[in-house]
């Protein structure tokens, strides 16, 4: 009879089979572990409820505040990867969650972080650092996703002291409650598209959560009309001028998607180890079954391979030597191997897969978003095959 271990007696339990945290500086791991101890405690035991009724946990807010995660780079000076491995813990415990965190510090903060004056940033970063304001970003429209580049459809025009927008924005999280989103729109007057820090309370805007989800339940997606929303020129961003700007954006955080995957990867591991050790079939737990460890060991070399693509590019990041098409790589081949590890484990806990209360079923489900935001996976190869050949097959 195989001997049943718990995870305490194992080594290699939590995924991390090459021990990548040993990278880390030793206060940088201690924060790892801080972090990790608290989502333990104040986000996973509440993750599936909020999942199953689609309802943001807002008494989290303050305590996420109290955490003080914010800008962990640029505010904060940790390493890219203390950042990226605290953004694939988060989604680790609950991706909503960290889809709530890459939304607010990630595109909303980040974009503040990157296009706006040092002004500008006295003024509105300090709210956002604490969560006393939340932030949405609004770049994906109802008729363009991928092609948004090119196509934006909203659009912004001067008007003496005020730029007037119009147009409407798809799948926008947060949006349903924040206090600011920054607005991408095409200027009419010279066809490039800017940036715009629009109060959620100005007459025109209109956030309506987007219904019937099947994956990231608890993140509140909306679509959103502005017409004619007058907003001050002073909240136009200074240095978002062209889609050029807004891709300084994109690129960071594409890296944190990438991460994502990382950890929701973590996730169906630990989901899928602890069903097969605890499971019994044929009077013995199923983990003892060869099939079953074969599962397990492809979903561990998934994370793996991952990790050690994402370790490699956070110390490119920190060295300032990161391209675009690295990162586009990263997050096509990451969610790619993610969307296999959460289908294995759905599938090594047979009909228990389905049912969220089980875990698995949530994992899976919520990998499908991952999979599409940030890029798809194929306009990320094409960025990747546009470097190697020299030749772009975007049309």
Known sequence: MPQHRTAADLPYADGDFYSFEALLADKERDRLHEVRDWLAREVAPIAVDCWNRAEFPHELVP???????MSPIRRQGHS????????AEFTRADASIATFMGVHDGLFTGSIELLAS????????????????????????????????GGTRTIARREGDEWVLNGAKRWIGNATFSDWVVVFARDVADDQVKGFLVDTTLPGYRATRIENKIALRTVQNADIVLEDVRVPAEFKLAHANSFRDTNKVLKVTRLA??????????????????????????????????????????????????????????????AGQARDEQSALAKAFTTARMRESVAIGRSLLGGNGIVSDFGMAKVFADAEAIYSYEGTHEINTLVTGRAITGISAIV
Do not use: C
């Open 63 to 69: 305590r996420l505040a109290e955490l003080d995660v």
């Open 118 to 149: 040092e002004e500008q940033k006295a003024k509105w970063l300090p709210e956002a650092y604490t969560l006393e304001k939340i932030g949405a970003f609004a770049l994906t429209e109802p008729l363009g996703g991928s092609d948004v580049a």
């Open 80 to 87: 890219s990867l203390l950042a990226g491995l605290l953004h």
């Open 257 to 318: 998607v990438a991460w994502q995957a990382v950890g929701q990867q973590l996730a169906a591991f630990d989901v899928a180890r602890r069903y097969a050790v605890e499971r019994e079939q044929f009077g013995r737990p199923i983990a003892s079954f060869q099939l079953v460890q074969d599962q397990l060991v492809t979903i561990l070399g998934n994370v793996v391979s991952s990790l050690g693509m994402m370790v490699r590019l956070a110390q490119l990041e920190d």
